[in-house]
């Protein structure tokens, strides 16, 4: 599976992005599909899992999304903090034959400034 990720980018606080991850495949059930965001000194962490599953620091201010005819998912955010500042990656994991497959898409860069 190769996950492209997009829509990064520097917005000032108060603002919103939505960031877009285009799968070569369909990702659906019981296989997971979501959001994960690494900042400077950190820790990567889960932001968002399909269907609704959300880090406590984004609950009501991030959406995530799908669109199966396009394969995409989506994260919309709003209402963005100086500490959403990160590289954003999607993720999938595929269970194939009994083994599980991690991917990740290459980084996008979100910089929210104060």
């Known amino acids: 599976v190769q996950l492209q990720a997009s829509g990064g980018g520097l917005v000032q606080a108060g603002g919103s992005l939505r960031l877009s991850c285009a799968a070569s495949?369909?990702?659906?059930?019981?296989?997971?599909f979501g959001w994960y965001r690494q900042a400077p000194g950190k820790q990567r962490e889960s932001v968002a899992i399909?269907?609704?599953d959300y880090a406590d620091s984004v609950k009501g201010r991030f959406t995530i999304s799908r669109d199966n005819a396009k394969n995409t998912l989506y994260l919309q955010m709003t209402s963005l903090k100086s500490k959403d500042t990160a590289v954003y990656y999607c993720?999938?994991?595929?269970?194939?034959?009994?083994?599980?497959?991690?991917?990740w898409g290459r980084g996008t860069q979100v910089t929210v400034s104060s």
């Open positions: 399909m269907p609704s």
């Open positions: 495949r369909r990702i659906s059930s019981p296989d997971t």
């Open positions: 993720n999938a994991r595929v269970s194939s034959s009994g083994v599980l497959y991690t991917y």
